[in-house]
């Protein structure tokens, strides 16, 4: 009795989170910027080595 109840609650659990998601490509919501293409902002020279002067 104790072994059909795990396998019927293991069955119960495994179905209920394959049953979620969704089945085609992540679309954009309207109005939504991402992603975008930031500038390009080079560093300083201080800033690449990590020492301050």
């Known amino acids: 009795m104790r072994a059909l ?4 609650l293991a069955a119960t659990l495994a179905l209920s ?3 979620c998601g969704r089945k085609g490509n992540p679309e954009a919501p309207e ?5 975008r293409d930031y500038p390009y902002t080079p560093m300083s020279p201080r800033a690449e080595t990590g020492r301050s002067k």
């Open 31 to 35: 109005g939504s910027t991402y992603p």
């Open 5 to 8: 109840l795990s396998l019927v």
């Open 17 to 19: 989170v394959a049953a």
